[in-house]
């Protein structure tokens, strides 16, 4: 440069890149002494804040420190602090402005530009207040970099505050570039109503506040105000760009508006926009993929003219909320396999899909390629954003936690979130979420102590596992020291599924009066709590009062979902309502609830069933559009009460022609009715079949049924042998059957037997004396059969009377006493 030597070590690639040009404004000015220096040492600084050369830029700011340039050149001084903020190292550009032996408002605009743009806004306010404090008044440069921090960090008051200062000052008369910031202050604050007003003044000579206007109504989920907002730009305002097309594609991948968002496409193809523009081809990839457009959104990214990793992870993210997770995983492999490196979004994905697909091995793959990285040492933690676990390191730890909760390996779970350099509620929420699924609960507890007693608080999602925990558990006073908390902090206002977790969770705990009265008490209710209450009501068995619930649902005006008439059917069943069964059959069929929901289908049936109308239910499930083993199960579960064992026999085989296969429940319930009809060669076939053919292996219940059927047979020793093969006989359902067996052949020493097996399991069980004294009683053995019965009624005078007096009672017109 002329009169000014570049330095030795300044590297090559610095030396060729061409400098910048230095334009100074009323704000700055350099050095008189020796402006041609100076000049080439602002040029120097702000090429090496594009390259993002802090080592060049640190070794620059030295020279310049030699050469005592700072003291006089507060614009030499601003470039140097813009350099180290943009370069990630904001405690360097602080201590640069706290060593200047004289601060401006120069400097000290540059130090709040750089913590806003990273968004450390509560740093950026802070400076912003220092600088006040030394005498020094914000220009319209400071007053746009504060309105950023503001908007960053939801700081509305403040927000307002800067405003009026500025109105004060006239600054928005002539200057856009502020109005602008305010727009967009307004907009990120959910100020949208202030957002608009300030827009109607400035809205005509720019995009930039109308696109602010619109990004904050779509990144408060409304929508349709976004979409209404755009007719208005058309009309009042400039023609839309890329940015406001980018936007309102999102509003229409959120609310998957697929044909508002083709006619969006279509404009911008007119438009000529999409040709050189990444970003707005990338917003249609997620657009066409949040829609359900797989196809299409697949075709966007091909023609893109640069693939790069957003686009990518775009397509990624579709695929996964589409529940495609193989496809999520083949395209990840696809896009390394072109050379594009993913970040943290793409991780983010591919631990999502990994975790809903129970991939753990390509899980384990992703979060070995993730530390080799280095995206968990912690080193990439820039912003407040990140800090808060919203993006970086902390979201990408919290989503590992996630994954390898759902692959249900919740000890490495563990093991990752207390490696993580930074725990915050998201992670906590994980590990919790998936000790509660496998009904870890107090392993589940154990985490919520450990993160309180850490300083990181609950929120809404904590405190919605931990009611479910507490419900499972039925620890009702743990459960109301939650619900005091959320009241207290007043969550309850807005979050129905908060609301319904209560619901449930006292529901749980056998108080549903409780339960009823925290719903009557919600400010919202919809179906889901209704639901959880209804479902409460027939868990304690009050099933009136259930279906008095789902007629009190439908009065309020919330319509029934199909949880609602599956716990609604269930009532019904277990009081034989069957006028009201046959009511909300009708209801479901008229709603077309039938056609994909299998299990509401099979609550149908049960429902007939336990009304005792086996041949509506067998219509019923013949007419179901889809069907599978459990409809039949319900409908053979029918038969075998009734005793209709070749009923049942038929439907198995049905289920067999179906290629549908029958389950341990099938065999059970066919085993049952087989025993029942004193089906006995049948029941040995099916016996047989249940290991060879489908291999399930015989529980006890199996068992008892062949014991059953063998022994109303008279076949004693066929069935002591399978009795003999069990793996346990300490099961009283067990013993009488076999009771009730030697009763109907008269087999005393086998019935004695059976007696002596049942009171030592369980020696209140008045149905065995009863059965042992008929035996006795049958075989002419009187005085046996009178002892039975004396102690079958002093176990009952013993459990009524409690007192330890003497008891007489009368046995056949004999007196005894027992002490």
């Known amino acids: 440069m002329d009169g000014w030597d570049i330095p030795c070590w300044v590297s090559e690639e610095l030396r ?29 600084l702000k090429t090496c804040t594009k390259m993002k050369d802090l080592s060049s830029g640190i070794r620059l700011h030295d020279d310049i420190l030699k050469k005592g340039l700072l003291e006089k050149n507060p614009y030499l001084a601003s470039t140097l602090i813009n350099m180290y903020a943009k370069c990630g190292s904001l405690t360097k550009a602080q201590k640069v402005l706290e060593e200047l032996p004289s601060r401006d408002v120069v400097t000290w605009s540059a130090l709040i530009a750089g913590y806003a743009k990273d968004g450390q806004g509560h740093q950026a306010l802070n400076c912003f207040e220092k600088m006040q404090r030394e005498g020094l008044s914000p220009d319209a440069i400071t007053f746009t970099c504060i309105l950023k921090a503001c908007g960053s960090i939801g700081a509305i008051e403040k927000g307002k505050e800067i405003h009026e200062e500025i109105l004060s000052r006239g600054f928005l008369e002539k200057d856009m570039v502020l109005a602008n910031a305010l727009v ?99 917003a249609l990839v997620d657009m066409y993929a949040k ?84 995206y968990l040492k912690g080193n990439l933690i820039h912003s407040e954003i990140a800090r808060r ?71 809404t999602i904590t405190f919605i596992c931990m009611l479910k925990v507490h419900g499972c558990t039925c620890n009702i006073d743990k459960g109301k020291q939650i619900h005091e908390e959320i009241v207290s902090r007043g969550l309850l206002k807005k979050d129905v599924v908060l609301g319904t977790a209560l619901v449930d969770m006292y529901a749980k705990c056998n108080m549903v009066a409780k339960s009823l009265q925290v719903l009557e008490d919600l400010h919202i209710r919809d179906v889901v709590s209704w639901s959880a209450l209804i479902a409460g009501y027939i868990q304690q068995g009050q099933c009136h009062e259930a279906l008095s619930c789902f007629e009190e649902m439908q009065l309020e005006g919330i319509s029934p979902n199909s949880v609602t008439f599956i716990c609604s059917l269930n009532a019904c069943g277990s009081t034989g309502a069957l006028l009201k069964g046959e009511e909300i059959h009708d209801d479901i069929v008229s709603r077309g609830l039938l056609k994909k929901d299998i299990e509401l289908g099979n609550a149908l049936v049960d429902m007939y069933v336990k009304c005792g109308i086996l041949d509506k239910a067998k219509r019923v499930l013949e007419e179901l559009p889809i069907r599978n083993v459990v409809s039949w199960n319900a409908l053979i579960a029918g038969y075998a009460q009734q005793g209709k064992g070749h009923e049942a026999l038929n439907c198995f085989k049905t289920i067999e ?57 008279g076949q004693f020793d066929n069935a002591i042998s399978v009795m003999k093969a069990m793996p346990s006989s300490d099961d009283t359902g067990l013993w009488i059957a076999l009771l009730g067996a030697c009763r109907k052949w008269g087999n005393v020493k086998l019935g004695k037997l059976s007696f002596d097996q049942i009171i030592q399991l369980e020696d209140s069980f008045a149905a065995a004396y009863v059965l042992m004294a008929n035996i006795f009683a049958t075989a002419g053995m009187q005085k046996d059969a009178e002892k039975v019965e004396a102690m079958r009624l002093k176990y009952a005078t013993d459990r009524n009377q409690g007192n330890g007096n003497s008891v007489y009672v009368n046995v056949n017109g004999k007196v005894h006493s027992f002490s």
Request: hydrophobic share 40%.
């Open 16 to 44: 060729r890149r061409p400098k910048e040009k230095v334009i100074f404004t009323e704000r700055g000015n350099p050095n008189e002494k020796n402006p041609k220096e100076n000049i080439s040492f602002i040029s120097l």
């Open 184 to 282: 967009d202050m307004y907009a990120k604050c959910g100020t949208l109503s202030k957002a608009e007003e300030v827009l109607k003044v400035f809205a005509f000579q720019n995009n930039a506040a109308w696109n602010a206007l619109i990004a904050g109504f779509v990144q408060y989920e409304q929508y349709d105000e976004a979409f209404s907002c755009l007719d208005k730009m058309r009309s009042e305002g400039p023609a839309p760009d890329a940015l406001t097309f980018s936007s309102i594609l999102k509003a229409c991948g959120s609310v998957r508006y697929i044909d508002k968002g083709k006619q969006i496409h279509d404009e911008i193809i007119r438009k000529g926009l999409l040709e050189k523009n990444i970003v707005l081809g990338t």
């Open 291 to 374: 829609c359900g457009e797989i196809a299409k959104a697949r075709e966007m990214l091909r023609d893109l003219p640069i693939q790069d990793v957003v686009s990518w992870s775009a397509l990624i993210s579709g695929y996964a909320q589409l529940e495609k997770y193989d496809e999520a995983l083949e395209c990840f492999e696809q896009m390394k396999s072109e050379g594009v490196s993913p970040n943290e979004v793409t991780f983010i994905s591919v631990l999502k899909a990994c975790g809903n697909d129970k991939a753990i091995n390509i899980g384990k793959q992703v979060h070995n390629e993730i530390l080799s990285r280095g």
């Open 389 to 459: 676990g919203l993006l970086g390191d902390v979201y990408i730890g919290s989503t590992l936690v996630d994954m390898y909760a759902k692959c249900g390996s919740l000890t490495k779970a563990h093991q990752v979130l207390e490696n993580l350099p930074v725990q915050n509620v998201v992670s906590w929420n994980a590990l919790i979420t998936g000790y509660a699924q496998q009904e870890r609960f107090e392993e589940a507890l154990y985490c919520f102590e450990r993160m309180q007693s850490e300083g990181i608080s609950p929120d």
């Open 657 to 713: 022609r179906e290629g549908l296969s029958p389950d341990e429940v099938t065999f059970l319930c066919v085993l049952s009715a087989c025993s029942h009809s004193g089906l006995l060669h049948e029941a040995q076939m099916l016996f047989g079949s249940m290991t060879k053919t489908y291999g399930i292996v015989a529980n006890i219940g199996h068992h008892t049924c062949m014991v059953v059927v063998f022994a109303c047979a």
